[in-house]
């Protein structure tokens, strides 16, 4: 009986132990992250599922971006006489100057930590960064990589014949194959291409009308970020959260809490009345809301028919208790009856394939032109939901356009940014407030067509950007080949695969494990050539996608 007793025990003990010792970390991987592009304004293009150098495969099929486009990893966003802005989950921002190609390399997640990795493949982008406690931003362009360490901010410009890049937030290491440099607030690093040796660190350059612009925008999202998050109560995702306090009010809805309604809507406003279809092969059809505020309500939370307001959006579960953060493709439900397929706003409540709680609202049937009006549904167990709507179901919006142009631009214009004091501020190249950009002060400034350092500016180079339907007060006023002043008409744009041979670029580093803890440093790895997971890995779902933004709220991720 001992013998037997002592067994039981000894079993009864390792089962206990089995049951309760702590997991294995298991890394959750997952590149289902979906960035969002914040503004357009005049011409931005954009490509899908890039390998390579975008420049100089001349199979890669552009389309026009618009405001609210997806972006996931393997995108490429390209300006030409035109700027844009990305916003990423937990409100970091990109920001591309006039003809500047951005690759989105790598958008992953591990263990509810985000990684980012950028190729600037041409131009001058500026970033701030502001990562939760495990996040990894890093920039790629030419022979090095800026890889941010904190909350920072700073601009990389790439050339034909270099790189650098300026700390004006915070401090970066810049990267390389030989050695890592530290960068601080206030400083600027230049490296000459394959020339490791010539890296050169000094004095921060005067701000240009790029700069400015960027300080501007940044302090207006910051602020209205941190004033419509007062609404939520998880800082775990901030990408569009600021748009919302602009452009709409909050109110309380009883069983709810707050819900949001745009400002300037009837009673009879439907969601999905203003704004676009796009086709991607891994999420299938998504919506683009043409308003500024488009993003957030038609990709994450739900919609509930108030009486007395109509529709409102309504975080949901989305945001509270650390609950999973998933995107949607659209925030409604494909629903199908017969012949007729048609979608219901998506109701926060709603689970999997049961019939939506919103469909007592009516129907919006789904045409090759779009969606049409609502349409009452008097016999609702008619209606199945569809979960993969099919390609043909709608007509995509988005417009083919031609592949960006390669520019050509040296290292030798920076004499002309040089810090306050040095010669080069005697050159009679000045910054003209009305114009909005730097100008030689020798020359007729009431030239209507003219050369001006460089640049040919005429009076439509002028209106073509204010006419885009994005532009506003700070559209970019003229074709300026970069924001750094060009001296002659060399620098003018030139067709790709044509003179200017393609620049060779490094590979990004790796991005370290989240078990290492913090931002990189000692565990960065130079030189991965691919992402560490194909974007065809991406489980398409019309229900949305496993969490891209984790449970842990960190003052770090929060904007301040």
Same mark, same amino acid.
């Given at each position: 009986?001992?013998?037997?007793?002592?067994?039981?025990?000894?079993?009864?003990?390792?089962?206990?132990?089995?049951?309760?010792?702590?997991?294995?970390?298991?890394?959750?991987?997952?590149?289902?992250?979906?960035?969002?592009?914040?503004?357009?304004?005049?011409?931005?293009?954009?490509?899908?599922?890039?390998?390579?150098?975008?420049?100089?495969?001349?199979?890669?099929?552009?389309?026009?971006?618009?405001?609210?486009?997806?972006?996931?990893?393997?995108?490429?966003?390209?300006?030409?006489?035109?700027?844009?802005?990305?916003?990423?989950?937990?409100?970091?921002?990109?920001?591309?100057?006039?003809?500047?190609?951005?690759?989105?390399?790598?958008?992953?997640?591990?263990?509810?930590?985000?990684?980012?990795?950028?190729?600037?493949?041409?131009?001058?982008?500026?970033?701030?960064?502001?990562?939760?406690?495990?996040?990894?931003?890093?920039?790629?362009?030419?022979?090095?990589?800026?890889?941010?360490?904190?909350?920072?901010?700073?601009?990389?410009?790439?050339?034909?014949?270099?790189?650098?890049?300026?700390?004006?937030?915070?401090?970066?290491?810049?990267?390389?194959?030989?050695?890592?440099?530290?960068?601080?607030?206030?400083?600027?690093?230049?490296?000459?291409?394959?020339?490791?040796?010539?890296?050169?660190?000094?004095?921060?350059?005067?701000?240009?009308?790029?700069?400015?612009?960027?300080?501007?925008?940044?302090?207006?999202?910051?602020?209205?970020?941190?004033?419509?998050?007062?609404?939520?109560?998880?800082?775990?995702?901030?990408?569009?959260?600021?748009?919302?306090?602009?452009?709409?009010?909050?109110?309380?809805?009883?069983?709810?809490?707050?819900?949001?309604?745009?400002?300037?809507?009837?009673? *009879? /406003?439907? &969601?999905?009345?203003? $704004?676009? +279809?796009?086709?991607? @092969?891994? %999420? =299938? !059809?998504?919506?683009?809301?043409?308003?500024?505020? *488009? /993003?957030? &309500?038609?990709?994450? $939370?739900? +919609?509930?028919?108030? @009486?007395? %307001? =109509? !529709?409102?959006?309504?975080?949901?579960?989305?945001?509270?208790?650390?609950?999973?953060?998933?995107?949607?493709?659209?925030?409604?439900?494909?629903?199908?009856?017969?012949?007729?397929?048609?979608?219901?706003?998506?109701?926060?409540?709603?689970?999997?394939?049961?019939?939506?709680?919103?469909?007592?609202?009516?129907?919006?049937?789904?045409?090759?032109?779009?969606?049409?009006?609502?349409?009452?549904?008097?016999?609702?167990?008619?209606?199945?939901?569809?979960?993969?709507?099919?390609?043909?179901?709608?007509?995509?919006?988005?417009?083919?356009?031609?592949?960006?142009?390669?520019?050509?631009?040296?290292?030798?214009?920076?004499?002309?940014?040089?810090?306050?004091?040095?010669?080069?501020?005697?050159?009679?190249?000045?910054?003209?407030?009305?114009?909005?950009?730097?100008?030689?002060?020798?020359?007729?400034?009431?030239?209507?067509?003219?050369?001006?350092?460089?640049?040919?500016?005429?009076?439509?180079?002028?209106?073509?950007?204010?006419?885009?339907?994005?532009?506003?007060?700070?559209?970019?006023?003229?074709?300026?080949?970069?924001?750094?002043?060009?001296?002659?008409?060399?620098?003018?744009?030139?067709?790709?695969?044509?003179?200017?041979?393609?620049?060779?670029?490094?590979?990004?580093?790796?991005?370290?494990?989240?078990?290492?803890?913090?931002?990189?440093?000692?565990?960065?790895?130079?030189?991965?050539?691919?992402?560490?997971?194909?974007?065809?890995?991406?489980?398409?779902?019309?229900?949305?996608?496993?969490?891209?933004?984790?449970?842990?709220?960190?003052?770090?991720?929060?904007?301040?």
């Amino acid at each position: 009986m001992s013998n037997r007793f002592l067994f039981r025990s000894a079993l009864s003990a390792a089962l206990l132990t089995l049951c309760f010792a702590p997991a294995p970390a298991r890394a959750d991987v997952s590149h289902a992250r979906i960035v969002r592009l914040s503004l357009v304004q005049g011409d931005v293009r954009f490509a899908a599922d890039v390998k390579g150098d975008p420049l100089s495969d001349s199979k890669i099929v552009w389309e026009r971006a618009e405001l609210n486009l997806p972006i996931r990893q393997g995108y490429v966003v390209a300006t030409d006489n035109g700027r844009a802005e990305v916003e990423f989950e937990n409100g970091a921002m990109a920001f591309l100057a006039e003809n500047t190609v951005l690759e989105f390399y790598d958008l992953s997640l591990e263990d509810a930590a985000h990684s980012t990795r950028l190729i600037l493949r041409q131009g001058s982008a500026e970033f701030y960064v502001n990562p939760a406690r495990s996040d990894y931003f890093s920039v790629t362009g030419g022979d090095f990589s800026v890889q941010a360490e904190g909350k920072t901010t700073f601009r990389l410009n790439t050339y034909d014949d270099g790189s650098d890049v300026n700390v004006t937030q915070g401090h970066v290491s810049v990267l390389t194959k030989n050695k890592n440099t530290p960068l601080e607030k206030g400083e600027s690093l230049t490296m000459h291409a394959g020339d490791p040796d010539s890296m050169t660190v000094g004095r921060l350059p005067v701000s240009d009308e790029f700069d400015q612009w960027v300080s501007g925008r940044i302090d207006s999202a910051v602020t209205a970020t941190n004033a419509a998050l007062q609404y939520s109560n998880s800082y775990a995702y901030t990408s569009g959260f600021g748009d919302l306090y602009t452009y709409g009010s909050w109110f309380p809805v009883a069983g709810y809490g707050f819900c949001w309604r745009p400002y300037g809507v009837g009673f *009879g /406003w439907s &969601p999905f009345d203003f $704004g676009n +279809w796009y086709y991607d @092969p891994f %999420f =299938g !059809w998504t919506f683009i809301g043409s308003q500024p505020w *488009g /993003w957030l &309500p038609y990709h994450y $939370g739900g +919609w509930i028919f108030q @009486p007395g %307001f =109509g !529709w409102v959006w309504t975080p949901g579960g989305t945001f509270i208790g650390g609950a999973p953060i998933r995107w949607r493709p659209v925030t409604a439900v494909w629903v199908r009856s017969g012949g007729l397929l048609g979608i219901v706003p998506a109701h926060p409540m709603d689970v999997g394939s049961r019939t939506p709680l919103n469909l007592n609202q009516g129907v919006f049937p789904v045409t090759q032109r779009g969606i049409s009006s609502r349409t009452p549904v008097n016999e609702p167990e008619h209606w199945k939901v569809d979960k993969h709507p099919p390609r043909q179901a709608l007509s995509g919006t988005l417009v083919a356009v031609e592949a960006p142009s390669r520019v050509s631009r040296t290292l030798a214009s920076e004499s002309l940014r040089a810090a306050p004091g040095s010669p080069a501020r005697q050159s009679g190249i000045v910054y003209d407030p009305a114009e909005r950009r730097f100008i030689n002060s020798n020359v007729n400034s009431s030239a209507s067509n003219e050369v001006r350092n460089g640049v040919e500016r005429t009076p439509a180079s002028v209106s073509g950007t204010a006419t885009s339907a994005n532009s506003g007060a700070n559209a970019p006023t003229n074709r300026a080949v970069s924001n750094r002043v060009m001296i002659n008409e060399t620098n003018r744009p030139i067709p790709s695969r044509a003179v200017t041979p393609p620049r060779t670029f490094s590979p990004p580093p790796s991005a370290p494990r989240s078990s290492m803890g913090g931002q990189a440093g000692g565990g960065v790895r130079w030189g991965d050539s691919a992402p560490r997971s194909s974007g065809a890995s991406m489980p398409r779902s019309s229900g949305g996608f496993p969490s891209s933004g984790g449970a842990r709220p960190s003052s770090g991720g929060r904007p301040h």
